[in-house]
């Protein structure tokens, strides 16, 4: 009996303890060395050969993933680890970390109970730590830390065991700082979340060289950090590997100190599912009842080229079977489930059955998309998952050869399926395929897989960067007036509030919560008292009051008026790109007495006229979206690193030491961020290493607002001369 089925066999047994299961991710800043920890925990369990883990980079599964050196899509494993005398089943995700692929770090967290936060000790948290770990305490996911790559303090820094202590609490220090902050806000966590030496929640090594040690381990071993430098400084890596194993510190860590599904799911579920508290089917995911109703979450879309569309996810209640028939919120009918497996890296191996609490991959399932509720009773879906960043940057499709159509079509249809952060547009104006995405790599990675996978040949075109719209001051009442001019609409418009435009992206506000915790989450976020009352629409992040008063037929239009104010915010009056962050208040309406006077035809471009007139005289300017830059390079070339900023429209806000580095950090509009890549490692011969974050949007400077406009008008094939009533550039 092969090795793989033997493991198979014996993560199926510990399926049903799920007091001995720990659903785990492993999340980090990009080439902090995530994946080849994971090499290291496949190894221990017995799944590849401990010779070539580090190197095989098991979990990157696909062909470009290899050829880039970094995790593209999220990957999933079952393995097993006796800690304790006891079997554990430990179900991991390794995530991506470069933040154009951030949506699948979001999307795991929400499959797991904790996650293993890895730092690079020479480079510290960086930016992407940060966001990881907003993630994962978003999710009420509980982190531990591993600081990886220590060899490099040794070798290569050469450090003092006192230095290197110093540094490693240090980067200690500075995830408590991070982990604190988002936690305090969070009354859900039984026990303080942050991250300690003495009670085993780092651990230190290097994932390379295959060795790690904590306090536990080193407890047990009886070696110290004088042991490691010794032995490291010799050359005797194999001896330090052999002696205190990477595997073994941290799946012990693992599975002492994360939450089993039995611990998590009674403080996650609340947090993430917004449906009736005291009913049975809470009751069973709550204690993760096997023998309940089925409810299962997707959190990921594959394909698969043999067994079609796979989706991955966790089960929070009752079993997984073959030939169950499950409703997917949003869609009407049911799906009936083909197969049922378990991830082994690249490999599904198919089981009889996936019971609560445990991560399964599930075939059969057309109708779902990542982030879909699966069950066998209908429920109230689990909140939607929320992606911290949207889309910035837009690119044309084209099918070179129009038979291949078509394909491209279902292709790039598959492709929003399968990542939700990428948005799929056709303009049904000049025929183009747009696809926006996270940043240029995002997008450049959906294109080559359409190329090589699809084998369709595609003609891409220039990136276009993503503008908004948005009002700057509070305008009077306007009137929009209907065709027929028998009914008319008095509006205005003022700039909303930051916080209450955050709380609407971070989803804790919208339409679909019931009104009094709306009105509730409005109030907290600074929203007054009366306004909060009359929300009549939420749209991206603009809203709507009804501030009108007993008007006659104004509930049969009301649903005319949102469709009206929908299609005006998402072509604003500049250049026809989405408005954001704006208050639309409905003072006085005037509807004419037959229903066959106030149609579609007639309120629908009353109100769009009124909502871009308010727009202008609330006067109206394009953002542009902006990135957090930093960039890391020898003193040296620190000032060809700053220029590289400023010369792209940008500012440098900072300039510090760390280590034999210095440190730039700016932030510089995505636009000009297009080919930074290969400006800045002619300006600093390659020796800079640099990442971008995205910081949402400001306001476009005025000298440069009217030719930007008709840049965008020209593109989009609008008419050139802009309304007369916009003076204000």
């Known amino acids: 009996?092969?090795?793989?089925?033997?493991?198979?066999?014996?993560?199926?047994?510990?399926?049903?303890?799920?007091?001995?299961?720990?659903?785990?991710?492993?999340?980090?800043?990009?080439?902090?060395?995530?994946?080849?920890?994971?090499?290291?925990?496949?190894?221990?369990?017995?799944?590849?050969?401990?010779?070539?883990?580090?190197?095989?980079?098991?979990?990157?599964?696909?062909?470009?993933?290899?050829?880039?050196?970094?995790?593209?899509?999220?990957?999933?494993?079952?393995?097993?680890?006796?800690?304790?005398?006891?079997?554990?089943?430990?179900?991991?995700?390794?995530?991506?970390?470069?933040?154009?692929?951030?949506?699948?770090?979001?999307?795991?967290?929400?499959?797991?109970?904790?996650?293993?936060?890895?730092?690079?000790?020479?480079?510290?948290?960086?930016?992407?730590?940060?966001?990881?770990?907003?993630?994962?305490?978003?999710?009420?996911?509980?982190?531990?830390?591993?600081?990886?790559?220590?060899?490099?303090?040794?070798?290569?820094?050469?450090?003092?065991?006192?230095?290197?202590?110093?540094?490693?609490?240090?980067?200690?220090?500075?995830?408590?700082?991070?982990?604190?902050?988002?936690?305090?806000?969070?009354?859900?966590?039984?026990?303080?979340?942050?991250?300690?030496?003495?009670?085993?929640?780092?651990?230190?090594?290097?994932?390379?060289?295959?060795?790690?040690?904590?306090?536990?381990?080193?407890?047990?071993?009886?070696?110290?950090?004088?042991?490691?430098?010794?032995?490291?400084?010799?050359?005797?890596?194999?001896?330090?590997?052999?002696?205190?194993?990477?595997?073994?510190?941290?799946?012990?860590?693992?599975?002492?100190?994360?939450?089993?599904?039995?611990?998590?799911?009674?403080?996650?579920?609340?947090?993430?599912?917004?449906?009736?508290?005291?009913?049975?089917?809470?009751?069973?995911?709550?204690?993760?009842?096997?023998?309940?109703?089925?409810?299962?979450?997707?959190t990921d879309i594959s394909m698969d080229p043999h067994a079609g569309e796979i989706a991955t996810g966790r089960v929070f209640s009752g079993t997984l079977e073959k030939g169950q028939e499950l409703y997917v919120s949003g869609t009407a009918g049911k799906n009936r489930i083909q197969s049922v497996g378990l991830f082994m890296g690249s490999e599904r191996e198919e089981v009889d059955r996936v019971p609560a609490g445990n991560i399964a991959s599930v075939t059969g399932l057309r109708d779902a998309i990542a982030g879909s509720t699966v069950s066998?009773?209908?429920?109230?879906?689990?909140?939607?998952?929320?992606?911290?960043?949207?889309?910035?940057?837009?690119?044309?499709?084209?099918?070179?050869?129009?038979?291949?159509?078509?394909?491209?079509?279902?292709?790039?249809?598959?492709?929003?399926?399968?990542?939700?952060?990428?948005?799929?547009?056709?303009?049904?104006?000049?025929?183009?395929?747009?696809?926006?995405?996270?940043?240029?790599?995002?997008?450049?990675?959906?294109?080559?897989?359409?190329?090589?996978?699809?084998?369709?040949?595609?003609?891409t075109g220039e990136p276009i960067v993503v503008f908004r719209e948005q009002p700057q001051e509070s305008s009077r009442e306007v009137e929009g007036q209907s065709p027929n001019r028998h009914n008319k609409f008095y509006i205005t418009v003022e700039p909303l509030d930051q916080e209450i435009v955050d709380a609407i992206q971070l989803g804790e506000v919208s339409m679909d919560m019931p009104e009094l915790e709306r009105r509730e989450a409005l109030q907290d976020a600074g929203m007054d008292k009366d306004t909060s009352q009359n929300v009549e629409d939420i749209h991206r992040t603009n809203i709507l009051i009804d501030d009108t008063k007993g008007i006659q037929h104004l509930n049969e239009t009301m649903e005319l008026v949102l469709e009206g104010l929908q299609e005006a915010l998402d072509d604003g009056p500049l250049a026809a790109e989405p408005v954001q962050g704006s208050l639309f208040r409905l003072h006085d309406a005037k509807l004419h007495e037959d229903t066959i006077h106030r149609g579609p035809a007639q309120v629908i471009p009353a109100v769009r006229d009124a909502v871009h007139r308010a727009l202008i005289d609330g006067e109206v300017r394009l953002l542009e979206p902006i990135q957090d830059v930093r960039i890391d390079v020898p003193s040296e070339h620190m000032g060809a690193a700053s220029g590289e900023i400023q010369g792209r429209r940008g500012r440098v806000d900072d300039m510090y030491q760390e280590g034999d580095l210095m440190v730039v950090e700016g932030i510089a509009p995505v636009e000009e961020m297009i080919g930074f890549s290969s400006d800045i490692r002619s300006a600093t011969e390659g020796r800079a290493s640099w990442n971008t974050e995205n910081a949402g949007f400001r306001v476009l400077v005025d000298n440069l607002q009217r030719e930007k406009i008709m840049e965008i008008r020209e593109r989009k094939g609008m008419k050139l001369e802009l309304p007369q009533s916009i003076d204000y550039f």
């Not at 109230?380 to 889309?391: D, R, V």
Request: hydrophobic fraction near 35%.
């Open 376 to 459: 066998s009773v209908e429920m109230t879906p689990f909140e939607s998952i929320e992606h911290i960043s949207e889309p910035v940057i837009t690119k044309s499709v084209e099918a070179q050869n129009m038979d291949d159509l078509p394909k491209l079509i279902e292709t790039l249809q598959q492709v929003a399926k399968e990542d939700p952060t990428i948005q799929i547009e056709i303009n049904e104006d000049t025929g183009e395929h747009l696809i926006s995405g996270q940043g240029e790599l995002h997008l450049e990675v959906i294109t080559q897989r359409i190329r090589d996978n699809q084998g369709i040949p595609v003609i």
């Open 1 to 298: 009996m092969g090795r793989r089925k033997k493991i198979v066999q014996e993560c199926e047994r510990l399926m049903d303890s799920p007091e001995n299961i720990r659903n785990i991710a492993i999340a980090a800043h990009v080439d902090h060395g995530k994946t080849t920890l994971s090499d290291n925990l496949l190894a221990g369990a017995g799944m590849i050969s401990e010779d070539t883990a580090g190197e095989q980079l098991a979990m990157d599964t696909k062909e470009d993933e290899q050829e880039r050196g970094i995790t593209i899509d999220a990957a999933n494993v079952s393995m097993t680890h006796e800690y304790e005398d006891t079997n554990h089943l430990v179900n991991l995700i390794d995530t991506p970390g470069h933040v154009d692929f951030g949506g699948d770090v979001t999307r795991a967290m929400r499959a797991v109970d904790g996650a293993l936060v890895v730092v690079d000790a020479v480079e510290g948290a960086m930016p992407q730590t940060e966001t990881v770990l907003r993630q994962a305490l978003r999710e009420g996911v509980k982190p531990t830390l591993f600081i990886n790559k220590v060899d490099r303090l040794i070798s290569e820094l050469q450090e003092g065991p006192q230095e290197m202590q110093e540094r490693l609490m240090s980067v200690i220090a500075d995830v408590n700082e991070l982990i604190r902050g988002m936690a305090e806000n969070m009354d859900d966590i039984p026990e303080d979340w942050t991250v300690s030496v003495e009670d085993g929640t780092v651990g230190f090594g290097s994932a390379l060289y295959k060795w790690g040690v904590s306090m536990p381990s080193m407890q047990r071993t009886g070696m110290d950090f004088g042991d490691i430098m010794e032995l490291e400084q010799n050359d005797k890596r194999q001896e330090l590997h052999e002696r205190t194993p990477l595997s073994d510190v941290v799946l012990d860590m693992v599975c002492e100190h994360f939450p089993n599904p039995v611990d998590a799911q009674p403080r996650r579920v609340p947090r993430i599912w917004r449906g009736d508290p005291d009913t049975e089917l809470a009751e069973g995911m709550q204690l993760v009842d096997e023998d309940g109703d089925v409810v299962f979450m997707v």
